[in-house]
């Protein structure tokens, strides 16, 4: 049986992503057509997204109506947690698979039916290589970091942090007992991506949650702006 050749893989993959480019843009669309803010929440495994996204709940499910897509290769705990939390939720498994696409993603909307000017937040399969580079149609990928990881993980996984606009450095009421170095970690993320917003947060203090919840306020503002534009 013939093996395929680097060309052929290449091109395959090339086939994959314009077929999930072409079902991101349509997703986009649909969003911005309802004045929907939608946020790709990434990490490693174990980096807080999800306890970050339990406590974001809480504090603003009487202001905004948040709706998610919960993305894990088995298993619907992270799904239960987030509606315990008190937010509309669709647990997407994704079995073998190691990220979210853009079909799933239509899939979990379809079965949200969030309301013009809703917050969707996509939390990804625990991963720093392949969510980067499936476009799912969000407005903002937002990549967490947790202190309990290296100070060097922007550098080794630099697609990642090069493709989001925020890093939420995570658990950081953990800093004063471990030999973590903060001011490095964000220096190594400015590396790679200049531009790229960073906040120092922690879901079981509170500290940062405040300017977290301050910029998804402001991107949601935006959102409703260039929907009007449109």
Known sequence: MAH???????ELEERVLAK?????????????????????????????????????????????GLYVVEGDQATANDGKR??????????????????????????????LKPPVGAM?????VGNLVCPAL???GERAKVVVLSVAEGEDKPLKYPHM????RVMLLSKSDLLPHLD????KAIANARKVNPDIMVLQVSARSGEGMAEWYGWLRAEAAAARADAAII
Request: hydrophobic content about 55%; overall charge negative; some cysteine.
């Open 20 to 64: 999930n480019d072409a079902l991101a843009a349509r997703n986009r669309a649909w969003l911005a057509g309802r004045e929907i803010l939608a946020i790709n929440l990434v990490s490693s495994p174990g980096a807080g997204k999800t306890t970050l996204l339990e406590r974001t709940v809480a504090d603003l499910k009487n202001e905004i």
């Open 161 to 164: 942090f090069r493709a989001a």
């Open 120 to 124: 969707v937040v996509i939390e990804n």
């Open 4 to 10: 395929a050749q680097p060309a052929d893989i290449h």
């Open 82 to 111: 987030i509606r315990a939390a008190g937010a509309a939720a669709v647990q997407v498994n994704t079995g073998m698979g190691c990220h979210l696409e853009a079909d799933m993603v239509a899939q979990g909307l379809a079965a």
């Open 134 to 136: 499936f476009d799912l």
């Open 180 to 183: 973590f170095d903060a001011a």
